[in-house]
């Protein structure tokens, strides 16, 4: 389902659920100008076709002691048999990668991390990624502020 197949109020649901998933069918519906039961049937199409893909909760990482956010650009080896498979197995193993994007450009990926402190950061590097046969090079940069942090997508 693309976004011009939507109408205005599945749009409207989409933005309405993006900033506070915890709405009631009845509160969606009030925002969006519907009853219920549409309100209900339509947001249960847009799981059913994976438009919502789910409903998290955003937890401040810093309250949890997690102070350190690096981007990473990490640049495999190419002629190295499994590198990429070898790296995004790892990816999907470590909670401390909390992104990842292959890239075009220097690196191969930009990964996400969150740590402790640097200590921390260090160490997964050296346990996890350095480890891999298959890592060239990982250029590190450190989030000193987030700017602008935003989870919702542009819908409407």
Known sequence: MEINELDRASLQILEALQADARLSTQALAEKVGLSAT???RRVRELEDRGVIRGQVVLVDREKLGLSILVLANVS???H????????EQLVSTRREIIECHAITGEADYVIKVVA???KAYDLFLQQHIFKLPGVASVRSNVVLREVKYETALPVG
């Open 76 to 78: 495999l080896v190419r």
């Open 116 to 118: 402790a402190d640097m």
């Open 80 to 87: 190295s048999e499994g590198a990429v498979e070898q790296f």
């Open 38 to 40: 549409p309100v209900w």
